[in-house]
């Protein structure tokens, strides 16, 4: 079992930054991905990013690359969402998740959650 507990959203003007935090605490072995998901009102999730826990290999979606770098701390445990240049579609709420097993970027592979935070971008 992983539980993930997320921080760091908000309210930021257009071309501004954020950076999530995703703390993790469980059973994260060596095939351990986290992965950082976003849904807007009336939007299905969407997978924005994932890291290998073991291996750092990252993927970012084709919206975000450039402007978002995924990382992991593996002593304190915690991943992170740098977000940088931020858009209004960027408006959204960000979940980070992990899964055990090969990256994937599909919301239904992985099976453990965080609660969710907002991030807000005005124009």
């Known amino acids: 079992q992983v539980q993930l507990v997320e921080s760091g959203g908000g309210l930021v003007q257009a071309g501004g930054s954020l950076r999530l935090s995703c703390a993790a605490s469980g059973r994260m072995i060596g095939s351990f991905h986290m992965g950082w998901f976003r849904q807007a009102p009336g939007k299905k999730r969407e997978f924005v990013a994932r890291?290998?826990?073991?291996?750092?290999?990252?993927y970012y979606a084709d919206s975000v690359k450039g402007r978002f770098t995924i990382s992991r701390d593996t002593d304190q445990n915690t991943g992170y969402l740098q977000m940088n240049n931020l858009k209004p579609e960027d408006t959204a709420i960000y979940y980070c998740?992990?899964?055990?097993?090969?990256?994937?970027?599909?919301?239904?592979?992985?099976?453990?959650w965080g609660q969710g935070t907002q991030v807000t971008v005005s124009s």
């Open positions: 998740a992990g899964r055990l097993g090969p990256g994937s970027a599909l919301a239904s592979d992985f099976p453990y």
């Open positions: 890291i290998s826990w073991i291996s750092t290999n990252t």
